[in-house]
């Protein structure tokens, strides 16, 4: 069994940044890809951010190049989401996920084990 538990969320004004964590528990997390996604209210989750398993291999939603960074410690069991330069259309829930695959990386249908988000929140 794998629980993620995020951390992190906030009010930020525009332009502000946020650091988001996802503690995870269980075994298999050093070999586990994860990702992070997002829902707004009223539209469906989509895509943020993939990391492999030892955090060599990154992918970004093409929105958010060069916004965020997505990082990993298999030490401390947990994936990071460094958001900077936030903009209103930033807000919603964020997500992380295990990936558990069968589809594209950017598919929600490819993670088995979801937290259950926090809130982002960016001010005009």
């Known amino acids: 069994q794998v629980q993620l538990v995020e951390s992190g969320g906030g009010l930020v004004q525009a332009g502000g940044s946020l650091r988001l964590s996802c503690a995870a528990s269980g075994r298999t997390f050093s070999s586990s890809a994860m990702g992070w996604f997002r829902q707004a209210p009223g539209k469906e989750r989509e895509f943020v951010s993939f990391?492999?398993?030892?955090?060599?291999?990154?992918i970004y939603a093409d929105s958010l190049k060069g916004r965020f960074t997505i990082s990993r410690d298999n030490v401390k069991n947990t994936v990071y989401l460094q958001m900077n330069s936030l903009k209103p259309e930033d807000t919603a829930v964020y997500y992380c996920?295990?990936?558990?695959?069968?589809?594209?990386?950017?598919?929600?249908?490819?993670?088995?084990?979801w937290g259950r988000g926090t809130q982002v929140t960016v001010s005009s």
């Open positions: 996920a295990r990936r558990g695959g069968g589809y594209r990386f950017d598919n929600v249908a490819g993670y088995d084990y």
């Open positions: 990391i492999g398993w030892n955090g060599d291999n990154t």
